[in-house]
C-alpha cells in the first residue's frame, strides 16, 4: 500500500521559506511513469496544483508560484520536498503531497494517493 | 488556466437518491478529467480518472461520463458514507485545475 507522509514547520513569518518534505512508502520516488506532486488548499483558493517531480527528475510548477517554488528529492530517502520562498498570509494552506499515474504510460491523468496533508500558516 | 465550474455548489440529498455533479471547463480537455471526494480532515480520494474509469476500491454506485467540456458524475444510490464535498480536476492543459467543490449533505 503506497503512503505518503509530509513533515515540517507549521508556522512561519512572512518573507520566510516554507520546507516541506514528503516521506514515501510502498513505492519509489524513481518509478516508472509516476509522479510527485504538490498540492495545497486554502478556504479562499480551493485545491491549488503547486507543481511535480517526475520519476526521471524532471520538474513543472504552477506558473503563479513558479518564481518562488522547486521541487526535489531525496533517492536514498525515497523522499521529496517543496520549498516555497518569501511566503505572505496568502500561503497559508493545508498543503498535500501526492502520487501521480499515468494512462497510456505517458499522459499524468489523475493523483491516485495522498498524504493527510499539513496546515502551514504565516502570520507575525 | 482552464477553470472547472461545478453545479451545484450545494446539494441536499436523502440515502438512497441518485444525484448526478456537473463539471464544465472553459475549453476542450478531452477525457484528462477526474473526481475526488474529500471528506472533513481528510485528503481528497480519487475516485475517477479519465472522465469515466472508475478507481481501484471505489464503489459501483459512482461513475462518471462526458468528454471535451461537460462532465457529470453520477452516485446511483446515497450511502450515508458518501456525504461529502466533490471536486472535479482537469489534466488536459497544464496547470491542472480542479472545480470549486460541491458539497453533499444529508437532507
Known amino acids: 500500500q503506497v503512503q505518503l507522509q509530509e513533515s515540517g514547520p507549521g508556522l512561519l513569518e512572512p518573507s520566510e521559506t516554507l520546507s516541506l518534505t514528503c516521506t514515501v512508502s510502498g513505492d519509489s520516488v524513481t518509478s516508472q511513469n509516476h509522479y510527485w506532486i504538490w498540492i495545497r488548499q486554502s478556504p479562499g483558493k480551493g485545491l491549488e496544483y503547486i507543481g511535480y517531480l517526475s520519476y526521471s527528475g524532471g520538474t513543472n510548477y504552477n506558473p503563479s508560484l513558479k518564481s518562488r517554488v522547486a521541487i526535489s528529492r531525496d533517492t536514498s530517502k525515497n523522499q521529496f520536498s517543496l520549498k516555497l520562498t518569501s511566503v505572505t498570509a496568502v500561503d497559508t494552506a493545508f498543503y498535500y503531497c501526492a502520487r501521480g499515474s499515468t494512462i497510456f504510460g505517458v499522459v499524468l491523468s489523475h493523483f491516485d494517493y495522498w498524504g493527510q496533508g499539513t496546515l502551514v500558516t504565516v502570520s507575525s | 488556466d482552464i477553470q472547472l465550474t461545478q453545479s451545484p455548489s450545494f446539494l441536499s440529498a436523502s440515502v438512497g437518491d441518485r444525484v448526478t455533479i456537473t463539471c464544465r471547463a472553459s475549453q476542450d480537455i478531452n477525457t484528462y478529467l477526474a473526481w475526488y471526494q474529500q471528506k472533513p480532515g481528510n485528503p481528497p480520494k480519487l475516485l475517477i480518472y479519465?472522465?469515466?474509469t472508475l478507481q481501484g476500491g471505489v464503489p459501483s454506485r459512482f461513475s462518471g461520463s462526458g468528454s471535451r467540456t461537460e462532465f457529470t458524475l453520477t452516485v446511483s444510490s446515497l450511502q450515508p458514507e458518501d456525504f461529502a464535498t466533490y471536486y472535479c480536476?482537469?489534466?488536459?492543459?497544464?496547470?491542472?485545475?480542479f472545480g470549486q467543490g460541491t458539497r453533499l449533505e444529508i437532507k
Open positions: 479519465g472522465a469515466s
Open positions: 480536476q482537469q489534466l488536459n492543459t497544464y496547470p491542472p485545475t
